[in-house]
């Protein structure tokens, strides 16, 4: 696995960062996670993820929508749904940010997400028996993410 920079650094010295890497899940689950956290302040992020997990709010998915339900809640967007793994995980390194700042001394509650991204990991080779000697490919795509949070003025 090779070191991976962060894609942006913020120009304040009040900010932490956290990077969560080659986590195994969806890649197009993840990055309509973070568009939908940008911009948000931590605490209500937190929020937003608990109740995506718990089924109570869904993720507006934008891109990758084909054949996407509705789902009521929505504003603004219409097409939405549940990604509970991948918000999982995205709330692990969300957590992991707000103790970075909490550590820093910096009051994590009150802090905004500046910059959250995505990007794809290595592709974990698999295969699946099949009948008559034969197989098929089962591959795994990972995603690395990173949060920058940085303190509002």
């Keep these: 696995m090779a070191r991976l920079d962060y894609s942006r650094e913020p120009g304040t010295t009040?900010?932490?960062k956290a990077m969560g890497m080659e986590l195994h899940v969806s890649?197009?689950?993840a990055r309509e996670i973070s568009r939908a956290l940008?911009?948000?302040?931590?605490?209500?992020?937190?929020?937003?993820?608990e109740d995506v997990i718990a089924l109570k709010r869904a993720i507006p998915f934008r891109r990758y929508n084909r054949n996407v339900p509705h789902k009521r809640g929505l504003v603004g967007w219409d097409a939405g749904?549940?990604?509970q793994k991948a918000a999982k995980e995205v709330l692990s390194v969300?957590?992991?940010a707000m103790s970075n700042a909490e550590y820093k001394g910096l009051e994590p509650e009150e802090m905004q997400i500046f910059h959250?991204?995505?990007?794809?990991?290595?592709?974990i080779k698999g295969w699946m028996p099949r009948a008559m000697g034969r197989a098929?490919?089962?591959?795994?795509e990972t995603v690395s993410v990173e949060i920058i949070l940085t303190e509002v003025s």
């Design 14 to 16: 009040k900010s932490s």
């Design 27 to 29: 890649p197009k689950h």
């Design 38 to 49: 940008r911009g948000m302040r931590a605490s209500d992020a937190r929020q937003y993820l």
């Design 81 to 83: 749904r549940y990604p």
């Design 94 to 96: 969300l957590i992991n």
């Design 116 to 123: 959250i991204s995505t990007k794809k990991g290595r592709t």
């Design 136 to 140: 098929t490919p089962k591959n795994t």
